[in-house]
């Protein structure tokens, strides 16, 4: 029973997602990003958790709302549906860092590109930096960006380790960090399984970062600070 459901859904998340990129180019032809914005957060994330189910919460967002200069969100992932989770969330336009990889999925790689989205070629070290150097620029622009910072999907549920790729740009721009937890979308969807569930969602913010305060310390330093905070806030829903 389950089967046939999960297909309609992906059936009906899929067609939704397509009517709406296309959309998305519609508006950003005339230059709207912010239309493209209001799109992706007033239609797209809100609908797609409706359709699977999932109940989303948030706990201490005042912390996101409260801030005055861009950053960094880094969480923790176990979902695809973290993404949605997040935007649903947090009331920044946000900007995601992507593995290559997604550039090449059709309407899908059209999409995250016109959005300003960051695409990371985790194979190739110089490339890798060139784009989380572009990630650098786009904050101090004046944009908010989300990291994934182990790469992957969980796919036991536990966090772990973070890449320091992401917390060298940081650490060099003085780019502040805002932890983020995430927990209940593993459950809506595993990581590598066909199967969508119901289920409630918790986003859990942290006390900013802030990246001077790491200034005469390693990179190292500073990702696995930024890691203790996104696991205590983890433990603590």
């Not at 999932?54 to 201490?60: F, T």
């Not at 880094?74 to 009331?91: E, G, R, V, Y």
């Not at 593995?99 to 090449?104: D, H, L, P």
């Not at 859990?204 to 696991?231: M, S």
């Amino acid at each position: 029973m389950w089967f046939i459901i999960n297909i309609l859904q992906t059936i009906i998340l899929f067609s939704w997602s397509i009517f709406l990129i296309l959309c998305v180019f519609i508006v950003l032809l005339f230059r709207q990003r912010k239309a493209a914005f209001f799109i992706v957060e007033k239609l797209w994330s809100p609908v797609i958790l409706f359709i699977v189910g999932a109940r989303v919460e948030s706990i201490d967002k005042e912390k996101a709302l409260a801030l005055t200069e861009p950053a960094i969100f880094a969480s923790n992932h176990q979902s695809n549906f973290d993404i949605p989770a997040i935007i649903n969330q947090t009331k920044q336009h946000l900007h995601f860092i992507a593995k290559k990889e997604i550039k090449k999925v059709p309407f899908l790689g059209q999409y995250t590109a016109a959005m300003g989205m960051i695409f990371v070629d985790r194979g190739n070290k110089m490339k890798a930096k060139e784009s989380l150097q572009k990630a650098g620029a786009l904050i101090k622009g004046g944009r908010d960006v989300v990291i994934f910072p182990e790469g992957t999907r969980s796919k036991d549920g536990k966090i772990h380790q973070f890449k320091r790729g992401a917390f060298i740009v940081a650490k060099e721009g003085m780019v502040n960090a805002v932890p983020v937890a995430i927990k209940g979308t593993r459950k809506v969807n595993p990581s590598g399984k066909f199967r969508l569930r119901p289920g409630k969602v918790i986003v859990k913010y942290g006390d900013l970062i802030l990246a001077e305060n790491f200034k005469d310390k390693t990179v190292e330093d500073f990702a696995n600070h930024v890691q203790q905070e996104v696991e205590k806030l983890f433990d603590s829903i």
